[in-house]
């Protein structure tokens, strides 16, 4: 099975996997599979990442670290404050939400880390 073949396979079971989960928490059905959609495009994204440019992961230096801090930051304070206990909405929706918001963030970083990778690269 080529490397290319494994992330994807890990990709769709991280999907299935977030897609089922929240809609059993939450029971709506779109917030579910695009959540679900966005943890398995990042984890499928990472894999291949791993696999096709392993001399490029970072250091554990402040200079590495800082933009990866940054953006951990600020996704984590959009999922917990930004969807806060104080909105209108049940728990489980709320829970959902914040995932939702997590996988983007997600999928944003590695996205732009594999864009950065190829041009770099090419």
């Given amino acids: 099975m080529s490397h290319r073949t494994v992330s994807s396979v890990v990709g769709f079971l991280v999907a299935i996997l977030v897609s089922g989960g929240l809609y059993w928490l ?3 059905v779109g917030l579910a599979v695009v959540t679900g ?3 398995g495009t990042g984890a499928t994204i990472t894999l291949s990442m791993r696999q ?3 001399s490029h992961s970072t250091g554990d230096a402040w200079k590495d670290k800082r933009w990866t801090g940054l953006s951990a930051g600020l996704v984590t304070l959009a999922a917990t404050l930004g969807v806060s206990p104080t909105l209108p909405v049940s ?3 709320r829970l959902g939400l914040g995932f939702l918001v997590v996988g983007v963030g997600f999928v944003g970083y590695t996205a732009a880390t594999m864009a950065e990778l190829e041009r770099k690269v090419a």
Avoid: F, K, S
């Fill in 91 to 93: 728990a489980e929706l």
């Fill in 52 to 54: 096709q440019y392993p």
């Fill in 37 to 39: 959609i966005l943890w």
């Fill in 26 to 28: 939450v029971g709506n």
